[in-house]
């Protein structure tokens, strides 16, 4: 769990970084939010970062409508994974019961979450070539 927390924080605490070269388009949908508080958030990383490092890339925007839809740009052909927070109060971190379980939602991308922390094996998806839209439920 404190490998979760550190992660989240340090999804919210570093800037985005950008790859130079030009990939494809990776489009998030995450609809049935519970409310319109706050800001929703993807970080997008690769095998060797997930749960370990900063993101390779990561976006956020206001929900609206109880829906929100992220886009990551120049996403080279890979294996990727996605951790989504909607992040209700803003203070830029997942806020926690005092159980150990998470306030706030979150997702992930390819089969979903499971119980317990986000695994590698449950939110790795593959890009290739072509644009890709992916819809994510929290």
């Given at each position: 769990m404190k490998t979760f927390i550190y992660l989240i924080a340090l999804f919210f605490s570093t800037g985005i970084f950008a790859q130079d070269a030009k990939g494809v388009t990776v489009t998030?949908?995450?609809?049935n939010l519970l409310n319109n508080d706050g800001k929703v958030s993807a970080a997008l990383y690769d095998e060797a970062t997930f749960m370990r490092a900063a993101p390779l890339d990561a976006v956020e925007t206001a929900p609206e409508n109880k829906t929100v839809t992220l886009t990551f740009k120049n996403v080279q052909p890979g294996t990727y994974g996605i951790i989504t927070l909607h992040d209700f109060n803003e203070n830029g971190r997942m806020?926690?019961?005092p159980s150990g379980m998470p306030k706030e939602p979150y997702g992930l991308s390819g089969v979903g979450?499971?119980?317990g922390p986000p695994s590698w094996g449950d939110a790795k998806f593959t890009?290739?070539?072509e644009d890709i839209t992916l819809k994510i439920a929290m």
């Open positions: 998030v949908t995450i609809d806020d926690f019961e979450a499971g119980f890009v290739g070539e």
